[in-house]
């Protein structure tokens, strides 16, 4: 293990519209973050590594079919460009629905890492010969396809960020999170107490913080149970939240909007 000076992460993207990803990080829990100096964004245009003209960055594909292919000369001297511009080692990434689909394991084991050079790519895609040689990992959030991979980027971005120490508060601590405790969120409210006839749950009112405590996990296992059976399977449950969750399917408490499919065993 080797500690770096400086940033807890720094993230390098690669992208043809490196606006996208500065502007948008510049918001919120990421943008304290950058301010901070917890994360170093460093942007890289392959546009700035052609020679032409005309600054072409795109293709046509062998073989014929419609599009276009990112061209592997300003794509591969960005990523080598940026990958030499540290000493930090860099994890390469490229994010296409092709990818592992991430989880927030993959954002946990990313989150500490030194360094994360993610790589957006447009059109139809790039060179398979890029992923060949320089390209460690490709990663997807999701089986949908976009326009680019820079949203993908920033939600790794965003994800890993929020799990660096100091960027959130003990108050929204990320350690209390869906996905990290195995379990779906329970459910939220606010003022008013009533909102077209519908009344904030009366435990919630009467201030009995172990009866609150009790009824957000019930709820939690419960709505979990309802949306998300596959993950109450990889989840073992102790004695306690079984009963919890037993006595959620006998009463039905909370205000669901819909019952589960079929019993499913769990
Ligand atoms: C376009 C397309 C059209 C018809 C059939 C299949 C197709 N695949 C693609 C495609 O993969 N386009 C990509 C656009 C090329 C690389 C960048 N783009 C991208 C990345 N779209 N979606 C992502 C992405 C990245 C990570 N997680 C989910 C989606």
Redesign the pocket.
Known sequence: MRTFEGAAVRFDVISLFPDMIGDAAGYGVTGAAIERGIVELVLWNPRDFTEDKHRTVDDRPYGGGPGMVMKVAPLRDAIRAARQDSNRPARTIY?????KRLTQKHIQAFSALPRLLLV???????DERVIETEIDEE????D??????EI?ALAVIDAVTRLLPGVLGDAESALQDSHTTGLLDYPHYTRPEEVDGRRVPAVLMRGNHRAIERWRLQQALGRTWLKRPDMLKAHPLSSEQRRLLEEFKETRDGSLAHSPDEADGT
């Open positions: 994010l296409s629905p092709q990818g957006a790519g447009r059109y139809e895609g790039i990663c997807s959030i999701g949908y396809i976009l326009s680019g991979g993908a």
